[in-house]
């Protein structure tokens, strides 16, 4: 069975950083795109950020320039560092990813969510 497991949500005043990481685990065979998605209340849930096995990555127009993705796939984890944190990206933010396991099921696995509050 295939799990993400996300960790490193938590309080931080506008204008702060977070860094959030997801790690897989369970008999995986492979993991392909991993991506960082949120959902704040009242709003629909959106893409923050996506990246290829090969580290290609993707942003939403509003988290360029702020967030940075990367992942290790030596560790099947993926990261988020958040910069100059504004109040509107308060948000529970899931990891998401694209994984085969080892006995060759192919699919779309989601963390349980963590909470990223940007208030003073």
């Known amino acids: ?14 204008g702060g950083s977070l860094s959030l990481s997801c790690a897989a685990s369970g008999r995986i065979s492979s993991i392909y795109t991993m991506a960082w998605y949120r959902k704040a209340p009242g ?14 990555t ?3 127009d509003s988290m360029k320039g702020r967030f940075t993705i990367s992942r290790d796939n ?3 984890t993926v990261y988020l560092r958040m910069n ?11 990891c998401n990813a694209d994984i085969r396991s080892s006995y060759g099921f192919r699919g779309n ?12």
Do not use: C, H
Request: without cysteine; glycine residues 8%.
């Open 74 to 76: 030596a560790k099947n």
């Open 109 to 120: 696995y989601w963390g349980q969510g963590t909470q990223v509050t940007v208030s003073s």
């Open 58 to 60: 993707n942003y939403a």
């Open 1 to 14: 069975q295939v799990q993400l497991v996300e960790s490193g949500g938590g309080l931080v005043q506008p």
């Open 43 to 56: 709003k629909q849930r959106e893409l923050v950020a996506s990246i290829t096995s090969n580290s290609n």
């Open 84 to 94: 100059s944190l504004k109040p509107d990206d308060t948000a529970v933010y899931y």
